[in-house]
């Protein structure tokens, strides 16, 4: 049987994961909530590494763990997820998804800009870990994903998307290489979920920064992921021009 302090904290969990909401201050891709809950439970949870409480900040961001965590919580109680969580499975690509990746990556972009079958299913082969599928749980259906190559390397160029020979398992930093979600998904904000979702894993992983190009249209909705603007990239892929940015993970 659980103590009282035990239940405290757990619900401290669960609450904070259901109240959280981004910082809005463009610089991390964390999700913040207020601290205004039992202060010895604060501790105990940064100290089981479930959350990082910032205190000069008066606020706390959920470790990946501690979300998890909270899930399982809320799983125990009978009390329903965040909607995004109810609705959809997120989970690193599985090889039976390969080919329905590469229809989605068809939809997704224009034909100048998207990766060909050929390069995607070589990409999912050599780097599937570096993938995260959101799959709606009542259809089975592949909704979106996100994924990227590990390197070393400090900047962007165009032979990340067709050389997954290029993917170095242990790399410091991760090239993103696309973010598909399929139209009838849209507005959901499924995009951020797996946006920050997979930030949130790198970090984990000791990633240093993850790198991406993209349309001038889209720097604004990556500014609000935390994503930094380094300004027009070397990349011609597709014959268009792009902006690289990059969020740091970890210093």
Same mark, same amino acid.
């Given at each position: 049987?659980?103590? *009282? $302090?035990?239940?405290?904290?757990?619900?401290?969990?669960?609450?904070?994961?259901?109240?959280a909401f981004?910082?809005?201050?463009?610089?991390?891709? !964390?999700?913040?909530?207020?601290?205004n809950?039992?202060?010895? =439970?604060?501790?105990?949870?940064?100290?089981?590494?479930?959350?990082? %409480?910032r205190?000069?900040?008066?606020?706390?961001? @959920?470790?990946?763990q501690?979300?998890?965590?909270a $899930?399982e919580?809320?799983r125990?109680?009978?009390?329903p997820d +965040? #909607?995004?969580y #109810?609705?959809? !499975?997120?989970? #690193?690509?599985?090889?039976?998804e390969?080919? #329905? *990746?590469?229809?989605?990556e068809?939809?997704c972009?224009?034909? %100048?800009?998207?990766?060909? +079958?050929?390069?995607? @299913?070589e $990409?999912?082969?050599?780097?599937p870990? @570096?993938?995260?599928?959101?799959?709606e749980?009542?259809?089975?259906k592949?909704a979106?994903?996100? %994924?990227?190559? *590990?390197?070393?390397?400090?900047?962007?160029?165009?032979?990340?998307?067709? !050389? =997954?020979?290029?993917? /170095?398992? !242990?790399g /410091?930093?991760?090239?993103l290489? &696309?973010?598909?979600? @399929?139209?009838?998904?849209?507005?959901?904000?499924?995009?951020?979920?797996?946006?920050? &979702?997979?930030? $949130?894993?790198?970090?984990? +992983?000791?990633?240093?920064?993850l790198?991406?190009t993209?349309?001038?249209?889209?720097?604004?909705?990556? +500014? /609000?992921?935390?994503?930094?603007?380094?300004?027009?990239? =070397?990349?011609?892929?597709?014959?268009?021009?792009?902006?690289?940015?990059d969020?740091?993970? %970890?210093?």
């Amino acid at each position: 049987m659980k103590t *009282a $302090r035990e239940s405290i904290e757990e619900l401290t969990l669960a609450l904070l994961y259901l109240t959280a909401f981004p910082d809005g201050e463009g610089m991390r891709y !964390d999700e913040l909530a207020w601290k205004n809950y039992d202060f010895d =439970a604060i501790d105990s949870l940064d100290n089981r590494e479930l959350i990082i %409480n910032r205190k000069r900040a008066k606020s706390v961001y @959920l470790t990946e763990q501690g979300r998890e965590k909270a $899930r399982e919580i809320l799983r125990e109680i009978g009390f329903p997820d +965040r #909607e995004l969580y #109810e609705r959809f !499975d997120f989970h #690193e690509i599985r090889p039976e998804e390969a080919e #329905e *990746a590469a229809e989605i990556e068809q939809i997704c972009f224009p034909p %100048n800009e998207a990766c060909s +079958r050929e390069h995607m @299913l070589e $990409r999912i082969k050599a780097a599937p870990e @570096l993938f995260l599928a959101a799959t709606e749980k009542r259809s089975g259906k592949m909704a979106g994903f996100l %994924n990227g190559i *590990a390197t070393n390397e400090e900047r962007f160029r165009d032979e990340f998307f067709t !050389d =997954a020979s290029l993917h /170095k398992p !242990d790399g /410091k930093n991760v090239m993103l290489l &696309g973010l598909d979600v @399929l139209p009838e998904f849209r507005k959901l904000g499924l995009a951020r979920e797996l946006v920050f &979702g997979y930030c $949130r894993r790198e970090q984990e +992983r000791g990633r240093k920064r993850l790198i991406l190009t993209c349309h001038s249209r889209l720097v604004k909705m990556y +500014r /609000k992921f935390g994503f930094r603007d380094l300004g027009e990239s =070397a990349s011609e892929w597709g014959g268009e021009k792009w902006h690289e940015m990059d969020i740091v993970t %970890n210093l």
